[in-house]
Every structure is written in structure tokens, then in C-alpha cells.
């Protein structure tokens, strides 16, 4: 389900237990385990590369692709952590 972000919560009752900001995305750490980010993903720095057909995902200027809203993390285990860096 969707996270628990700003007392708006999805079809799950995760919440979030810790959040981590980059240059220009963030990152969020269930409660389950699971990673959802969201912002810039010119470099990757979101957890995916984009695909032109993924709606979640908006060209904003042509080139940079910037998840709109948290999109999950996939091909990871539970996470015991979320660190973030610049990229």
C-alpha cells in the first residue's frame, strides 16, 4: 500500500519510521521494511530508472525525470536504514 505521509495514508497502515533528504529527493523508511523516495531522478537516486510509460513519472524539462510521489523501492529487502547522498 501507499505510505503514511503527512496523516494521508494509503490502503496499508505502514507509517513512516524515518526519512532521509538528498539533492533534490527524499526517501522514506516503513515501518514494514519497505522504501519509498520521490523527487529527482536525473541520476537514478530514487531507486529506479524511469521508463516513458511509467505515468508516475514526468518529463519536467525535457531531460530530468522527477517522481511525483512516492513510488516504492523494489528488488530490496526489508531496510534497516535509508541513507541519502547528493545523487
Given at each position: 500500500g501507499r505510505p503514511c505521509l503527512r496523516?494521508?495514508?494509503?490502503?496499508?497502515?505502514d507509517r513512516v519510521?524515518?526519512?532521509?533528504?538528498?539533492?533534490?529527493?527524499?526517501?522514506?523508511?516503513?515501518?514494514s521494511g519497505s522504501v519509498w523516495c520521490w523527487g529527482?531522478?536525473?541520476?537514478g537516486q530514487a531507486g529506479a530508472m524511469p521508463t516513458a510509460?511509467?505515468?508516475?513519472?514526468?518529463?519536467s524539462d525535457?531531460?530530468?525525470?522527477?517522481?511525483r510521489k512516492p513510488a516504492i523501492v523494489s528488488g530490496i529487502g526489508p531496510?534497516?536504514?535509508?541513507?541519502?547522498?547528493?545523487?
Open positions: 496523516g494521508r495514508c494509503g490502503p496499508s497502515s519510521v524515518e526519512l532521509a533528504a538528498g539533492g533534490e529527493f527524499a526517501c522514506a523508511r516503513m515501518h529527482s531522478n536525473v541520476w510509460d511509467d505515468p508516475a513519472w514526468l518529463d525535457g531531460v530530468a525525470w522527477t517522481y531496510a534497516k536504514q535509508v541513507v541519502t547522498g547528493l545523487h
